[in-house]
T-cell receptor, first 115, second 111 residues
Framework: GEEVAQTPKHLVRGEGQKAKLYCAPI?????VFWYQQVLKNEFKFLISFQNENVFDETGMPKERFSAKCLPNSPCSLEIQATKLEDSAVYFC?????????????FGPGTRLTVL | DQQVKQNSPSLSVQEGRISILNCDYTNSMFDYFLWYKKYPAEGPTFLIS?????DKNEDGRFTVFLNKSAKHLSLHIVPSQPGDSAVYFC??????????FGPGTRLSVLP
């Protein structure tokens, strides 16, 4: 599609439950990025993919967080055993190339609330 | 330890005047800097970028200035319009990796 699509728009989970977020990048874009924005503060980079391969995972918490981008499927970000501090808006972005100055096209975000 | 800082959380400007948003960074390895605009309940949208080898880039009403020695960049919007009211994020990257965003500055353009 012409826009980055993220589902669901809102997600509510009890502490300890699993949360799974989805992102469909713009058709033809090879790079996908995930960001976490807590309390309207700065965006924290989590992970990026080049097609189905992890490109940069330096921001990804080692425990509980995992992500995939499989062919012919939306990309996903999964949080096992959610904690209160995981409450945030999770943004996905896609880009046609990895060139530094190339803009990333952002989706509308998924708001995760952990109770 | 913030690598990208936007020290003004908010800014109010009269319509038609110039808006100047500032951004400071600490990592001298950043090679590109980008500005994004964000409306409530939407994802950020790209505005303008600048390579570390340049000191100015202009696109319509938007101009970004980079002072590498001071590790400082600024976004100028002139003339400011009410539709420019949004949160503006400065971002930096190191050769396409490690995108780092600042905390944002909320711009209000008053009619």
């Amino acid at each position: 599609g012409e826009e980055v699509a993220q589902t669901p728009k809102h997600l509510v989970r009890g502490e300890g439950q699993k949360a799974k977020l989805y992102c469909a990048p713009i058709k033809g874009h090879s790079y996908v990025f995930w960001y976490q924005q807590v309390l309207k503060n700065e965006f924290k980079f989590l992970i990026s993919f080049q097609n189905e391969n992890v490109f940069d995972e330096t921001g990804m918490p080692k425990e509980r967080f995992s992500a995939k981008c499989l062919p012919n499927s939306p990309c996903s970000l999964e949080i096992q055993a959610t904690k209160l501090e995981d409450s945030a808006v999770y943004f996905c972005a896609s880009s046609p190339t990895r060139t530094s100055g190339n803009e990333q096209f952002f989706g509308p975000g998924t708001r995760l609330t952990v109770l | 330890d913030q690598q990208v800082k936007q020290n003004s959380p908010s800014l109010s400007v009269q319509e038609g005047r110039i808006s100047i948003l500032n951004c400071d960074y600490t990592n001298s390895m950043f090679d590109y800097f980008l500005w994004y605009k964000k409306y409530p309940a939407e994802g950020p949208t790209f505005l303008i970028s600048i390579s570390s080898i340049k000191d100015k880039n202009e696109d319509g009403r938007f101009t970004v200035f980079l002072n590498k020695s001071a590790k400082h960049l600024s976004l100028h919007i002139v003339p400011s319009q009410p539709g420019d009211s949004a949160v503006y994020f400065c971002a930096a990257t190191n050769y396409g990796q490690n995108f780092v965003f600042g905390p944002g500055t909320r711009l209000s353009v008053l009619p």
